[in-house]
């Protein structure tokens, strides 16, 4: 077990960043990925796929709010949500706090992230892992997808890795057609789409790609520290008009009903209006709008 060394995140060949470790914790080479936790001098603990940083302790709500609150807010009347990936638990938290959903669905590919998420970052997930309303699948988002009834959800979350290796399929024509016959009529997906400034082409592509199953498309923001290149991007796809420009106060009505308003850290009403006014250099990958 490596004590006080350093851990260089391998994301990018030529830039990165790099934690003072002061304690591994599991390191596990899955059927899928290598896992790695170790206790950071500065994030509390970390949680590594393949070296490539997932989550930390320090600064997780900033992705995992923006990742659920907004779209759950955006169409306003979610009951069935469906979460693919996130086998750490904290969009599960998030979706389980919103008092209208029925039933939160997810599917995580990787098994041994769930077991280590709860022995370890036991404070993402929370209770969330035993809500009645949870139901937590090991499998393959795509084929879930696949064999999943018409208009079953109202939201669909994607929280995958980046699409190389197992989530590569979760970027594909096959899962976003799928994705559209499972929402209902006012339903809608998000998923991260990496850092524009350093992954322009993830966000450029799975654009496009959602376009060819959407009406709407966009994308918002969020600034994630621990995804280093500035904000990273959480793509948009939903099948009626104007649920990525739904006005400050019909949120604010939302959040408040949903008991959500004021128990959050990095998201609120203005907060999630403005993140979908995008910076040009972000804004020029998105398809034109109609
Ligand atoms: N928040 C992180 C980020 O953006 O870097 C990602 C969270 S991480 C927990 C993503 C999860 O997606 C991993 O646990 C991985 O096993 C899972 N995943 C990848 N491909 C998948 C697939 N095809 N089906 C279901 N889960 C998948």
Same mark, same amino acid.
């Given at each position: 077990?490596? *004590?006080?060394? #350093?851990?260089?995140? %391998?994301?990018?060949?030529?830039?990165? @960043?790099?934690?003072?470790?002061?304690?591994?914790?599991?390191?596990?080479?899955?059927?899928? @990925?290598?896992?790695?936790?170790?206790?950071?001098?500065?994030?509390?603990?970390?949680?590594?796929?393949?070296?490539?940083? @997932?989550?930390?302790?320090? /600064?997780?709500?900033?992705?995992?709010?923006?990742?659920?609150?907004?779209?759950?807010?955006?169409?306003?009347?979610?009951?069935?949500?469906?979460?693919?990936?996130?086998?750490?638990?904290?969009?599960?938290?998030?979706?389980?706090?919103?008092?209208?959903?029925?039933?939160?669905?997810?599917?995580?590919?990787?098994?041994?992230?769930?077991?280590?998420?709860?022995?370890?970052?036991?404070?993402?997930?929370?209770?969330?892992?035993?809500?009645?309303?949870?139901?937590?699948?090991?499998?393959?988002?795509?084929?879930?997808?696949?064999?999943?009834?018409?208009?079953?959800?109202?939201?669909?979350?994607? /929280?995958? *890795? /980046?699409?190389?290796?197992?989530?590569?399929?979760?970027?594909?024509?096959?899962?976003?057609?799928?994705?559209?016959?499972?929402?209902?009529?006012?339903?809608?997906?998000?998923? @991260?789409?990496?850092?524009?400034?350093?992954?322009?082409?993830?966000?450029?592509?799975?654009?496009?790609?959602?376009?060819?199953?959407?009406?709407?498309?966009?994308?918002?923001?969020?600034?994630?520290? %621990?995804?280093?290149?500035?904000?990273? %991007?959480?793509?948009?796809?939903?099948?009626?008009?104007?649920? /990525?420009?739904?006005?400050?106060?019909?949120?604010?009505?939302?959040?408040?009903?949903?008991?959500?308003?004021?128990?959050?850290?990095? #998201? *609120?009403?203005?907060?999630?209006?403005?993140?979908?006014?995008?910076?040009?250099?972000?804004?020029?990958?998105?398809?034109?709008?109609?």
């Amino acid at each position: 077990m490596a *004590t006080d060394s #350093w851990i260089n995140e %391998t994301l990018y060949a030529e830039w990165g @960043q790099r934690f003072l470790v002061k304690r591994e914790l599991a390191r596990v080479q899955s059927d899928f @990925q290598d896992i790695a936790i170790f206790e950071s001098a500065s994030h509390g603990r970390v949680m590594l796929l393949d070296g490539v940083v @997932q989550i930390t302790e320090g /600064d997780e709500f900033v992705y995992q709010e923006m990742l659920t609150h907004v779209p759950l807010l955006a169409h306003g009347a979610a009951k069935n949500v469906l979460i693919i990936g996130a086998g750490d638990g904290g969009v599960l938290k998030r979706v389980l706090q919103h008092r209208g959903v029925a039933r939160a669905v997810m599917v995580e590919i990787d098994g041994e992230v769930i077991r280590l998420a709860k022995e370890f970052l036991p404070g993402i997930g929370g209770d969330a892992w035993n809500d009645p309303r949870a139901e937590v699948i090991v499998g393959d988002g795509i084929d879930y997808v696949k064999r999943a009834p018409d208009a079953a959800f109202d939201v669909i979350i994607v /929280d995958s *890795t /980046d699409p190389i290796g197992v989530g590569e399929v979760l970027f594909t024509d096959e899962f976003y057609a799928n994705a559209a016959r499972i929402l209902s009529a006012g339903g809608l997906i998000v998923n @991260q789409c990496g850092v524009p400034f350093m992954q322009a082409d993830e966000l450029r592509d799975t654009s496009l790609r959602r376009a060819r199953f959407f009406p709407h498309v966009g994308a918002y923001v969020a600034a994630v520290p %621990t995804y280093v290149g500035g904000f990273m %991007t959480l793509g948009f796809a939903a099948k009626a008009p104007g649920l /990525d420009a739904v006005p400050v106060e019909t949120i604010r009505a939302r959040a408040e009903a949903a008991g959500i308003l004021g128990g959050t850290s990095y #998201w *609120t009403p203005e907060v999630h209006w403005s993140a979908f006014q995008l910076p040009p250099y972000i804004a020029k990958h998105l398809p034109a709008r109609g």
